[in-house]
């Protein structure tokens, strides 16, 4: 089993920036892809970004060249730097990992940008 716990949204006005971070602790398959999703009102849950095991990262271009995605392996915890942030990045934030055998999902976190 394995749990995940996100941390770092809140409100924070257009152009701000904020760090989320994804700790993740239990049976951790050595291999394994992280990622951040979102999911706004009324929309359907997407990909932001994704990182494997071995530090490949992928980003969906709707968020490149102002989010960032890393892990510390020692600590076990994903994070995701959010820069020149826009009202429609608006969304709860949910941190995944795929393993070998199963998927598992974060509580997730509210990140809010007023205009």
């Known amino acids: 089993q394995v749990q995940l716990v996100e941390s770092g949204g809140g409100l924070v006005q257009a152009g701000g920036s904020l760090r989320l971070s994804c700790a993740a602790s239990?049976?951790?398959?050595?291999?394994?892809?992280m990622a951040w999703y979102r999911q706004a009102p009324g929309n359907q849950r997407e990909l932001v970004a994704a990182?494997?095991?071995?530090?490949?990262?992928n980003i969906v271009d709707s968020v490149k060249g102002r989010f960032t995605i890393s892990r510390d392996n020692d600590k076990n915890t994903m994070y995701l730097q959010m820069n020149s942030l826009k009202p429609e990045d608006t969304a709860v934030h949910y941190c995944?990992?795929?393993?070998?055998?199963?998927?598992?999902w974060g509580q997730g976190t509210q990140v809010t940008v007023s205009s």
């Open positions: 990182i494997t095991s071995g530090g490949d990262t």
């Open positions: 239990g049976s951790i398959s050595s291999i394994h892809v």
């Open positions: 995944r990992l795929t393993g070998v055998v199963r998927e598992y």
